[in-house]
């Protein structure tokens, strides 16, 4: 059974500092990693996609993949009280379906 | 352009009823998904469809489950003798194509009584 792993939270940044995400997963062929970030009573929102090995960055944001260790995670430089939210980690395999299979998600608490 | 819209955008209905749920993907989008997420958890995935057809339906918990997208476009989400355990919020997803990122409706809350 494919597995995807995030730490609960809450996780508690001051504004302005880097908030680090992390995720793993237990399918080693997996191919496509995404993050969503959820806010309360909101949907998920796609904030980053990532495929291969290394760093992918976009604006504040920052993805991490290595796939020899299973894990990615999420880097957001300086942090707002804005990204406050839930962030969501997913995984998807194409040749075992070709649905996202979700962490928990991470709590992150942003204080001014 | 619109994203993924779903309807209604709560439902209150009683143990044993019928509920039909709606999503309407992006325009061009081929792939739809249905996911259902319970409070403080991720989305579980339910079923997928590539054009009209079901291509994997394994995440559907039961035979009261069931899903059409007869045009390949518009998708409803049907549910049969509902029960308590069945309260969550229902998620659609499109993507352009299958393998291809996925947006999310603003979802259903479904609330069974």
């Known amino acids: 059974q494919k597995e995807v792993e995030q730490n609960s939270g809450p996780l508690s940044v001051p504004e302005g500092a880097i908030a680090s995400l992390n995720c793993t997963y237990s399918?080693?062929?997996?191919?496509?990693f995404f993050w969503y970030r959820q806010y309360s009573g909101k949907s998920p929102e796609l904030i980053m996609s990532?495929?291969?090995?290394g760093d992918k960055e976009d604006g504040r944001f920052t993805a991490q993949l290595n796939k020899a260790s299973q894990y990615v995670s999420l880097l957001i430089r300086d942090s707002q009280p804005s990204d406050s939210a839930t962030y969501l980690c997913?995984?998807?395999?194409?040749?075992?379906?070709?649905?996202?299979?979700f962490g928990g998600g991470t709590r992150l608490m942003v204080k001014p | 352009g619109a994203g993924v819209s779903q309807t209604p955008s709560n439902k209150v209905t009683e143990k044993g009823k019928y509920v039909e749920l709606r999503c309407d993907p992006i325009?061009?989008?081929?792939?739809l998904y249905w996911y259902r997420q319970s409070l403080g958890q991720g989305p579980e995935f339910l079923i997928y469809?590539?054009?009209?057809?079901?291509?994997?339906d394994s995440g559907l918990p039961n035979d009261r489950f069931f899903a059409v997208r007869p045009e390949g476009s518009v998708s409803t989400l049907k549910i049969q003798r509902t029960e308590r355990g069945d309260s969550a919020v229902y998620l659609c997803?499109?993507?352009?194509?299958?393998?291809?990122?996925?947006?999310f409706g603003p979802g259903t809350r479904l609330l069974v009584l």
């Open positions: 997803a499109s993507s352009l194509n299958i393998q291809e990122t996925q947006y």
């Open positions: 997913a995984v998807l395999t194409y040749n075992a379906g070709n649905m996202l299979t």
């Open positions: 990532i495929y291969s090995n």
């Open positions: 399918d080693r062929v997996s191919q496509s």
């Open positions: 469809f590539q054009g009209t057809g079901a291509a994997d």
């Open positions: 325009s061009g989008h081929t792939a």
